[in-house]
DNA sequence: TTGAGGTTTAGCAAAAAGGCTATATAATGT
DNA sequence: ACATTATATAGCCTTTTTGCTAAACCTCAA
């Protein structure tokens, strides 16, 4: 179930992304910016992020904005936390 | 700090082996049993495991019992929730 | 010291992941 | 229709990961 958000966090570069969208919806190319990896390759990073759900995009105009799938990073959290998690009473 | 984790955790059979372990430390045979796979490859996966921090060994005569690192894991989903996790209170 | 059981290491082949360039698609403005 | 900007896809190459077999390494018992 949660098998591609693993496989999506296991890169450095997509959970850098995440921490970008976590500050709010950018475009594609913002979110290049902020990377040496050329623009399609960010854009395949972000393809695996949208697979797992953990983002997804909304196309305005030229533009493409990516967001951050706050629901599924914390469902996945819960989940991770129910089975491996200690003692956090909630 | 986390990457080994995120890494190790990729794996399906990986986490499967660490849901072993959950429920009490083993021998690298009985966890190579639960496995369709040769014991060569599961020692490989302990040895990534190992090198993550989520696990440790040791040997009992000829006998070498993994146990779970229970304080990595607790410590790596502390940082994720900290990093991801919504407004959990504490 | 030899033998057997348990485990790891080496070395290889196949598959998956990641990066790049070139090209395609989409929307915009002229 | 055409050029321009934004993004995605295709195709290729290199590196990493994974699984296997064969061989080495440890420990125990005789």
Redesign the interface.
């Known amino acids: 179930m949660h098998?591609g958000v693993?496989?999506a966090?296991?890169d450095?570069t997509r959970?850098r992304i995440?921490?970008l969208l976590?500050a709010g919806p950018m475009t594609a190319g913002e979110i290049a910016a902020h990377f040496p990896s050329r623009q399609p390759t960010i854009s395949r990073h972000l393809g695996v992020l949208k697979q797992a759900g953990l983002v997804f995009d909304e196309r305005q105009g030229q533009y493409v904005i990516y967001h951050l799938n706050?629901t599924v990073?914390?469902s996945w959290?819960q989940w991770?936390?129910d089975?491996?998690?200690?003692d956090?009473n909630?």
């Open positions: 098998e693993f496989r966090l296991a450095p959970r995440l921490e976590k706050a990073l914390q959290l991770l936390w089975r491996w998690g200690g956090h909630t």
